[in-house]
Nanobody, 124 residues
Framework: QVQLVESGGGSVQAGGSLRLSCTAS????????ITWFRQTPGKEREGVAS????????YYVDSVKGRFTISRDMAKNTVYLQMNSLKPEDTAMYYC?????????????????WGQGTQVTVSS
């Protein structure tokens, strides 16, 4: 059973940068996606960025395009989310998740494995 652990969250000022990491333990199927989601209290969970582990196809929600970059290092079993030009509206708990085949993506959040989350706070 794969387990995911996020790290790298913190507090920054608007315009700053953070890099989140999602490290997997156990066997990670390269035929699947890892997707970053975020959620704030009272709002629906939002898919932010997704990457196919074998082919590195990447997808982003419109609000982060040009500012966030998702990448993976299969040797380290880790997926990164580089977040630049952060805005106060990026403040949220960020989770990484995965699931079978293409079930855990921006358009389908049928994810079977979730991390515990890492908090990102952006002040104006």
């Amino acid at each position: 059973q794969v387990q995911l652990v996020e790290s790298g969250g913190g507090s920054v000022q608007a315009g700053g940068s953070l890099r989140l990491s999602c490290t997997a333990s156990g066997h990670l199927d390269s035929r699947t996606y890892i997707t970053w989601f975020r959620q704030t209290p009272g709002k629906e969970r939002e898919g932010v960025a997704s990457i196919h582990l074998r082919y590195s196809f990447t997808y982003y929600v419109d609000s982060v395009k040009g500012r966030f970059t998702i990448s993976r290092d299969m040797a380290k079993n880790t997926v990164y989310l580089q977040m630049n030009s952060l805005k106060p509206e990026d403040t949220a708990m960020y989770y990484c998740a995965t699931g079978a085949w293409d079930r855990c993506t921006l358009s389908s959040d049928d994810c079977s494995v979730w991390g515990q989350g890492t908090q990102v706070t952006v002040s104006s």
